[in-house]
């Protein structure tokens, strides 16, 4: 299975300027002979490449990844802004806010947040944070960063998909950005954007213009997510280094390796549900439309099915989930593993679990409309798929709770992120057990349950294992360490806040609170949970602030934080941490490392160290893993 | 104001700083390897302590919010969810428990010392297949207790039961009878007409109609005791009918007819003596995004104490084709009124 790639030669760039490969340059001596002849031709060697191509169209996969996450980075604060500006609303119906004033102009005269953009607000929040952060920059930070380094390979497949991948995000972004700021509002009909509502113009203000952009800005969204996607895979697949068998694997690799599957299988699916949404709402086909009358008028439409949508939405829309928790999954695992010193337990039984997990994401998508109306027997198949889904994720929650047992637990920064990640997985992952259920979710469904389930399982989780993987890897991004005083109170605000907001958020969905409500004031059965809202948009605020220390934490380390004078800080067996502190495009100097055993060799060396780094060969007697 | 707040913002950002500054300083004059075993073991008590006030808090927090629950099922059918999803929040509380308590309590137990060995345990099969199948075998009979309510609850409605249509736009409820006849007569979304015809009865081609009692104001009369028929149905956007207090919920599609019953088993008189809130009043929450009115899309529920009651209440009701149609000579509709018509070979056209 293994592949040696040595002779991969790194020329993308030359896609880019027309033939120069100035770009090149940067590669190591041993990479240099490749390109002998282009430095005989333009006898200029040794140059850095120009800024433009270095740190704006740049197609090294760690750069790529930079991008990524500070755009991801941006979004999630806009993002959680947003919370925190209905979390004002709900926490407190009956005041005003100047801030809101401040922020948001007209839509919150006096203080006031009006419902049109309430909605507009909790929109936005979804799917900033569901695509724009944890998708594109989760697996956009985390697949191009650690792919090619952990399977040694000094770049993507295609290094200049890789960047389109990047600007076609970039791309969205804008749009996303854009519709913002238009006068209608941007759109409001949830994250899921569910028609009628979303394809009617009539029936919503964020139906308008709003919607159109939101629109555009997905469909370049999901081209980007393709071709990041193919490029993982195809370069697990293509470019691992002599020795690295799929078996040797790191389990983050395994992971951004089923991500990115999903993602390729899924995204097109909903791209052409929104294609069809785009039809209906612009060229008057009714494809999800049927018998409707609005705004005093009968439309033409007749034979369509808003369902149909739900259906195309959701066969994304569930897998997505996956998409978001499997590199947390992934990088979880391995920090668990490197901070007890010692092995994950039962690799194979993960690698399983995630095979698991990836096809059964697929045949659990109708659990989000039992209550839609369809058949009971169809909803009867998608209860025993949604439960089948508990028994791998059950397998990796005990495999890493044997993976601690009897550890040497070393509680660096990204340690606790781990812990919090596994605790976040398994309390947001036994509700799942409730709303999977549809004899219990007819009851739960689009209630205060649900929001607390997802938060806790695919958010808050999902963030915990994207905090450990910044703080663990970013010795290897910025050759510097983050402060660490600053990470533990990062930690526990984020970890503790978080319980906080969403744990009484389930009591509320058992009592049937429904989700996307403006104001509860007016309702004899939920008014009672005045004071419980407050203090939930309290924890929330405290808990955003919490995150500013995080990103100042971030940026000065950036410049200012501890330089790093280990290559290998944590004591970890993964190939990244044999490159050098500081690694050029090519990733290694000299020749790629071959590797001789698996990822997970934490035992002792023979020599005083207590783990064994995947490219040392076996020792005399020893058993290949 | 708004420069108040910069400057709050601004002095943040110099504190959090500040704090890294001095915390690097620190471990410089302590010594790294100092610093990092004491921050271990610091850590490690907070976890432990994590999950010691978390357990409490999260139980103190359970007991305090009881009487803000909802009360006992109103339907027969909401009382098997009821014990159902007690026995789900056992079950998982169970697990819930233990494995939280294993992953503190190892972090803690195993945290990192001088003497510590780490246990070199790549993989146990047996262990791996013990805990497969474990949550396999209770994921199953959590799929046949689950998949007996689901098929009792979406079971063909009983022929007795009172058959009702529910119909959401944007943002009310409105709620049709049938009269006299027991049958609800075709609907046309062109015939819509917000000014005398709402729901868009066609009164030509189906005289069943012309009995039927249009409720505007969201209120959904039935009787304690008897199967309740939802027919459901949208004018405009998907809505949905949330009966939290029967534990039901369905959409309401536009287009598309969708339906439940149940079985209402406790008066709203009764539920008030319950509740001991004199105010206590069944709700109709919508329960799916349909616009800026959403949260305000309000219904209620009267349940009757018996038959004889609820006749009473229907005697009061003028069908809707009277109020609009009937005393008015340019009447588009045909003139014989509110005769009651029971023709089975249409009984079929609701569907």
């Known amino acids: 299975m293994s592949t040696q790639n040595e002779h991969i030669v790194i020329d993308g760039p030359n896609l880019v300027h027309g033939g120069t490969s100035e770009v090149d340059h940067n590669v190591h001596p041993n990479d240099r002979d490749r390109h002998g002849a282009d430095d005989a031709l333009h006898g200029h060697a040794h140059h850095e490449p120009h800024f433009i191509f270095k740190y704006i169209f740049s197609q090294d996969h760690k750069y790529i990844a930079k991008q990524f996450l500070i755009t991801g980075m941006v979004w999630a604060i806009i993002g959680a802004l947003m919370s925190v ?7 407190w119906p009956d005041k005003n806010f100047a801030i809101l004033e401040t922020f948001l102009g007209h839509w919150a005269k006096g203080g006031k947040l009006s419902p049109e953009f309430y909605y507009a607000l909790v929109t936005m929040h979804g799917t900033i944070l569901i695509f724009f952060v944890l998708t594109a920059g989760l697996s956009g930070t985390f697949a191009n960063f650690l792919i090619p380094l952990q399977v040694g390979a000094r770049d993507m497949a295609s290094p200049f998909m890789n960047m389109l991948s990047y600007w076609f995000f970039f791309t969205a972004s804008v749009v996303m950005f854009c519709s913002l700021f238009v006068q209608t509002g941007p759109a409001s009909g949830g994250w899921t954007s569910y028609p009628p509502l979303s394809a ?9 213009t709003g919607m159109d952009l939101w629109l555009i800005a997905m469909a370049l969204f999901v081209v980007s997510t393709l071709l990041g996607g193919l490029n993982y895979v195809s370069t697990v697949l293509n470019m691992r ?64 099915s808003p369902i149909l949508y739900q259906h195309l939405f959701w066969f994304l829309g569930h897998p997505e989930v996956y998409i978001i928790m499997l590199p947390g999954m992934g990088i979880a695992s391995e920090i668990l593993s490197t901070n007890s010193r010692k092995p994950i337990f039962g690799y194979f039984a993960m690698v399983i679990s995630l095979v698991g997990i990836t096809v059964l994401s697929f045949l659990v998508w109708a659990h989000h409309m039992f209550v839609s109306g369809m058949s009971p027997f169809l909803g009867s198949i998608f209860v025993l798929m949604t439960l089948l889904i508990a028994v791998p994720s059950a397998v990796k929650t005990f495999n890493w709770l044997t993976t601690i047992w009897r550890g040497k637990l070393r509680f660096n920064v990204p340690m606790m992120f781990a812990i919090g990640f596994v605790s976040m997985f398994i309390s947001g992952g036994l509700t799942g057990i409730f709303l999977g259920n549809s004899a219990l979710d007819i009851h739960l469904h689009d209630t205060y349950f649900v929001i607390a389930h997802f938060h806790l399982v695919m958010g808050v989780s999902a963030f915990m294992g994207m905090f450990a993987g910044i703080y663990h890897w970013f010795p290897k991004m910025f050759g510097r360490q983050m402060n660490n005083t600053l990470g533990y109170i990062h930690f526990w605000l984020t970890f503790i806040g978080a319980y906080l907001i969403f744990w009484p958020m389930h009591y509320e969905g058992i009592a049937g609170m429904p989700r996307r409500y403006f104001d509860y004031s007016a309702w004899e059965s939920f008014k009672q949970f005045e004071s419980l809202n407050s203090f939930i948009s309290i924890c929330a605020i405290v808990t955003f602030f919490a995150q500013l220390i995080f990103l100042v934490n971030f940026f000065a380390s950036i410049w200012k934080g501890k330089k790093v004078t280990d290559p290998n800080p944590w004591g970890s067996t993964t190939l990244e941490w044999t490159t050098p502190i500081k690694p050029g495009h090519g990733n290694w100097p000299g020749e790629i490392p071959t590797v001789y055993r698996w990822a997970y060799d934490y035992k002792d060396d023979g ?10 060969p076996l020792r005399e007697g020893e058993e290949a893993h | 104001m708004s420069f108040i707040i910069f400057a709050l913002v601004a002095l943040f950002f110099v504190i959090i700083y500040q704090i890294a500054k001095a915390s690097e300083y620190a471990t410089t004059l302590r010594g790294e390897d100092k610093v990092r075993a004491s921050t271990n073991k610091l850590m490690a008590w907070l976890l432990l302590a994590f999950l010691v006030l978390g357990m409490y808090a999260a139980w103190h927090f359970h007991e305090s919010i009881l009487d803000k629950m909802l009360p006992v099922s109103a339907s027969a059918e909401g009382r098997e969810y009821d014990s159902m999803f007690k026995a789900t929040i056992i079950l998982t509380g169970i697990v819930f428990f233990i494995t939280q308590t294993l992953l503190f309590w190892f972090a803690f137990r195993y945290q990192s010392t001088e003497k510590r060995k780490p246990y070199f345990y790549p993989h146990n099969n047996k262990l791996e297949l013990l805990w497969t199948t474990i949550p396999a075998i209770v994921m199953a009979v959590l799929v046949m207790v689950g998949l007996k309510n689901w098929f009792l609850m979406t079971s063909p409605a009983p022929a007795s039961a009172q058959v009702v249509e529910i119909v959401g736009k944007q943002f009310n409820w409105l709620i049709r009878y049938p009269g006299a006849d027991g049958e609800l007569g075709r609907r046309n979304f062109r015939l819509i007409n917000d000014a005398n015809n709402v729901l868009g009865l066609d009164y030509k081609g189906d005289p069943r109609n012309l009995d039927d009692v249009v409720n505007q104001s969201g209120e959904l009369h039935i009787v304690k005791g008897r199967p309740v028929k939802l027919i459901i149905g949208s004018r405009d956007v998907i809505h949905d009918v949330g009966l939290p207090h029967f534990r039901y919920k369905m959409d309401a599609v536009p287009g598309i007819t969708t339906t439940i019953w149940f079985t209402p088993t406790v008066s709203t008189e009764e539920m008030k003596k319950i509740t001991k809130n004199p105010n206590f009043v069944y709700e109709i929450s919508c329960d799916q995004l349909c616009g800026k009115g ?14 004889e009651e609820f006749n009473e209440w229907m005697r009061k009701q003028t069908p809707d084709y009277v109020t609009n149609f009937a005393n008015k000579p340019a009447s588009p509709a045909p003139a014989n009124q509110a005769a009651p018509v029971t023709d089975s070979a249409k009984k079929t056209a609701m569907k």
């Not at chain 1, 500006?85 to 926490?91: D, E, K, P, S, Y």
């Open chain 1, 85 to 91: 500006f209905f979390r004002l609303q709900l926490g």
């Open chain 1, 200 to 208: 009617i113009r009539e029936a919503s203000l964020g139906s308008g």
């Open chain 1, 241 to 304: 280094t002599k020795g690295m068998s799929m078996t040797r694997l790191p389990l983050t690799v395994w992971a951004l390796f089923f991500t990115a599957i999903i993602g390729i299988l899924s995204f097109p699916v909903l791209l052409s549900g929104f294609v069809l949404l785009i039809f209906d709402r612009n060229f008057g086909t009714s494809f999800y439309l049927s018998e409707i009358f609005i705004n005093g008028r009968a439309l033409p439409h007749v034979g369509g």
């Open chain 1, 607 to 616: 020599n005083g160290n207590d783990f064994v780094p995947q490219n040392v």
């Open chain 2, 294 to 307: 959403h949260y305000s899309m309000r219904g209620t529920v009267i349940v009757h104490d018996t038959q």
